[in-house]
Structure formats: structure tokens, C-alpha cells
């Protein structure tokens, strides 16, 4: 599948995506892509969250990838059952905190726990950091083996973000293109 091929809907977590961050520079360098914006990205809630995701996929014209970042994670695979079937052909979760254990989130992020363990209908690529502050590596593994998605190990990259260096990330952008030839 190339870009041109479908819908790329880029999902920020919380605070959603200052200017340098790639998720914001990937809406502006792929052409069939876009943010799923939010009202409040500073106090989300499940419910609203996912409602906007699912809009999102459902207003699709062409088969969507969704492409997550953080807490966007985790409102993407709570807001799978509201997706219409077979419309999501793949997705790249990038750095999901574990709502349910990690001790430095904020209070208003664990109302989206439990995380759904229940197997994706798509593909899906987790990236992993081995040293990302929100989720032990062993725990995004974990998620992504339940979901029935890959692994991929960032190596010790943060929560690969703006403060961790990953303004572009062009390492990423390359394994979204191999990820999507092989859809």
C-alpha cells in the first residue's frame, strides 16, 4: 500500500503535537494524512477521545492507517470496537504509556485503564523505547502480544517525542514505508 493509497490518521496523546514533533511534521510532509484533533487536549476523556477517532475512521474515503502517539495509543485500541469492519488496514503505535501501572502519569490519563487486551482486526507495528519514562518495554510488548501486533524495538529512545530528541524521526518514517509495502 503506498500514502496515496489511503488515509492516514495521525493520533496525538496528551497536550497533543507541538510544532517539532513528528507526528506534527508528518501531517505536513504526507499529503493524505491528518491529525484527528480533539477539544481538549489537556483533559481528555475516553469517551470524547474515542468518539473522535471513530468519527474520523468512519469519514473516511479510502482505507485508513492510523498512526498514534502516546495516550493516542490507547484511545485508538479502546475505540476499535466503534470502527466500521475493515475500514483500518494497519496501524503504527508509537510509545504508549501503561495507564494502568506506570507511576509518573497524570491522574486524568488513568481513566482510560483497563487497556483493552483483545486482538486488533488489522496489523499493527508497536515501537517500544527501552527507556521510555511512561511504559516499561516489557509492558509495551506485552500489549502488543495481546493485540497481535509487532514489536519493534526502539532501543533507548524516550518516549520519542520533542524531548527526546525525535523531532523528525526519519527512522520512523522509513518503517511506516515498510510497514505499509507489506499491506
Aim: glycine residues 8%.
Amino acid at each position: 500500500m503506498k500514502t496515496a493509497d489511503c488515509d492516514i490518521l495521525i493520533v496525538p496523546g496528551l497536550r497533543g503535537s507541538e510544532a517539532g514533533h513528528w507526528q506534527a511534521r508528518w501531517a505536513g510532509r504526507l499529503p493524505t494524512a491528518r491529525i484527528v484533533a480533539q477539544d481538549d487536549w489537556h483533559a481528555p476523556t475516553p469517551a470524547a477521545w474515542c468518539g473522535r477517532i471513530a468519527e474520523a475512521v468512519a469519514a473516511a474515503t479510502r482505507p485508513v492507517i492510523l498512526i498514534a502517539h502516546s495516550l493516542g495509543v490507547v484511545a485508538c485500541v479502546e475505540a476499535v470496537p466503534r470502527f466500521p469492519v475493515g475500514v483500518v488496514r494497519g496501524a503504527l503505535f508509537v510509545a504508549l504509556p501503561d495507564v494502568e501501572e506506570a507511576p509518573n502519569l497524570p491522574d486524568l490519563v488513568r481513566a482510560f485503564a483497563p487497556v483493552p487486551r483483545d486482538p486488533l482486526p488489522f496489523p499493527a507495528l508497536v515501537v517500544a523505547s527501552r527507556n521510555d519514562p511512561h511504559c516499561a518495554y516489557d509492558r509495551a510488548d506485552d500489549f502488543a502480544h495481546a493485540w497481535g501486533a509487532l514489536t519493534v524495538d526502539a532501543g533507548e529512545s524516550g518516549h520519542i517525542n520533542v524531548a527526546s530528541g525525535h523531532g523528525p524521526w526519519p527512522e520512523g518514517l522509513m518503517r511506516l514505508a515498510g510497514f505499509l509495502k507489506g499491506l
